[in-house]
């Protein structure tokens, strides 16, 4: 099943060169508890879809594993891969 969320987003300016712009995009929730369930016991995978106009877009692919903790729950591990190269993993430190 896909859902699709719209996230904010904000003009900023380079600030190497000030005419240049890009745009800051929070992804976010990557993690929705109700539908989400099985990331406890199983790795998932959840694809971000990002439009930049109507004919240009991109995909991001996130991987993890959630984590139950007695306070707050996280992610056991999750990794962000840009056309199959990993960007960004990070695990729980115990």
Same mark, same amino acid.
């Given at each position: 099943?896909? @859902?699709?969320?719209?996230?904010? $987003?904000?003009? !900023?300016?380079?600030? #190497? !060169?000030?005419? =240049? ?6 992804? +976010?929730?990557?993690? #929705?508890? @109700?539908?989400?369930?099985?990331? $406890? %016991? !199983?790795?998932?995978? =959840?694809?971000?879809? &990002? @439009?930049?106009?109507? !004919?240009?877009?991109?995909?991001? /692919? #996130?991987? $993890?594993? *959630?984590?139950?903790? =007695?306070? &707050?729950?996280?992610?056991? +591990?999750? /990794? *962000?891969? $840009?056309? %199959? ?10």
């Amino acid at each position: 099943m896909v @859902k699709l969320f719209r996230t904010p $987003y904000q003009q !900023n300016s380079d600030p #190497i !060169n000030p005419l =240049k712009g890009f745009q800051l995009v929070e992804i +976010y929730p990557i993690f #929705i508890p @109700k539908d989400d369930q099985a990331s $406890y %016991n !199983n790795e998932l995978t =959840k694809f971000i879809y &990002i @439009k930049f106009n109507y !004919n240009t877009f991109d995909t991001l /692919k #996130i991987v $993890y594993k *959630a984590k139950k903790g =007695k306070c &707050i729950n996280s992610f056991e +591990y999750l /990794k *962000a891969y $840009y056309r %199959n190269s990993l960007l960004v993993s990070f695990t729980l430190q115990k």
